[in-house]
């Protein structure tokens, strides 16, 4: 009986989606929510993508452990859906699935020289200096002068604070041990953040821009040139964006107070936005590696977020060793049996229900597609966890019990799969804590997953 009321919930993803969603699932009385994820550690962008020098916004791992340590929720690590066991199989096995696991895939730049050495994606990037098991050997080459970022977001300007910051302010930080020797040793004075349009349309947020500006011992470069008119424009905009114009606005076109002057004078490392470029190719150097990037120049049609740019037939060539590109990322097909829309990158969906599939939801970045911060993923979460709840109460989702993990577990066995549960994990996050300590590091994050799974005794 009590097997009958309990509905047996299963959510693929521990990012925060998965988590917010789970979250809210709880608040079912008697439900049961076990959320399926692939690496052997939870929280997904959380632990893998924010920075290593914004502690704070990790924070809200806390709110997941503690819905981790509901009684009625259980982590199992280790455990990738799609190759591991199937969405049909879980479908059998619960009575609602909620995919959550994000958008994992890079968008490619489509550009002649992107497979050269020297050239790599911002998430993979962002993935080696946070610990990414498969980024752990990327090893960029920072023996060069100048780095150019494709992309004008917000991950673009955590790459380019992590390439400028002194590597001693990072000595706190729970960045790997790894990645803070490569920056000790980097060479890279400038960093050049390209976009294809102006400064009244980067992606970036001002807290991050305003970061960058004060940047220790790196000031900004931009030409007053890029921002003629721009006082006019702004008058129309929306309030945030207002705001963040009119401090690039400042920073290009306005002499800094003494202070600011002081510390630009004597700073040995630049960071520079460069505007209407398109990046056309990565130029090859006579030893195979990268030289630089050609780039189109570009001017602006259109108004408001219709905005496009188009190549005037200008070309400029800019030369630097190393070239990381942070256009965007999407999502990948998990299941031929679960819809995909593979050109938005996402699941479709009607406010978090998969369409044409009764059970089956999602939630996050591979709902919505990749943008918006945490915040966002955690309202749209609990609204996937409301219809989900709501589609349950008007008696849509099957009758009668299911066996969830039981059944789970039988199938990960016999292909040999052993998950980690969460108490497994708080063993993992008491070593890397244990190992930190020594350094002055809130943890050393192990990055190798054979490892953890030896120090489980897997
Ligand atoms: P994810 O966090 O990616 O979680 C998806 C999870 O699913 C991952 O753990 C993944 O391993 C797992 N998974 C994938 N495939 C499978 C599978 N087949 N089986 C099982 N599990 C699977 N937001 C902020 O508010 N502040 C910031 O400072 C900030 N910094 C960011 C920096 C970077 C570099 C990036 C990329 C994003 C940042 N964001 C930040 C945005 C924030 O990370 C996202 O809004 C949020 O993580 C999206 O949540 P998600 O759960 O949909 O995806």
Redesign the pocket.
Known sequence: DIQEKTPQICV???????FYTAQHLLKHPQAHVDI????PVPF???RF???PD?PE?KNVINTFTQTAHSGRCAFWGN????RDVTVPELREAYHAVVL???A?DHRALEIPGEELPGVCSARAF?GWYNGLPENRELEPDLSCDTAVILGQG??AL?VARILLTPPEHLERTDITKAALGVLRQSRVKTVWLVGRRGPLQVAFTIKELREMIQLPGARPILDPADFLGLQDKIKEVPRPRKRLTELLLRTATEKPGPEEAARWASASRAWGLRFFRSPQQVLPSPDGRRAGVRLAVTRLEGVGEATRAVPTGDMEDLPCGLVLSSVGYKSRP?DPSVPFDSKLGVIPNVEGRVMDVPGLYCS???KRGPT??????MTDSFLTGQMLLQDLKAGLLPSGPRPGYAAIQALLSSRGVRPVSFSDWEKLDAEEVARGQGTGKPREKLVDPQEMLRLLGH
Do not use: F, R
């Open positions: 693929v993803g521990s990012g925060p989606a998965g399926y994820e692939k690496q997904g962008l959380v993508g924010v920075a914004h916004v455990v990738e859906v799609g959550s696991y994000g994992e962002v917000n991950v955590d998990v996050g970045w591979v918006g911060v945490i915040a966002t993923t």
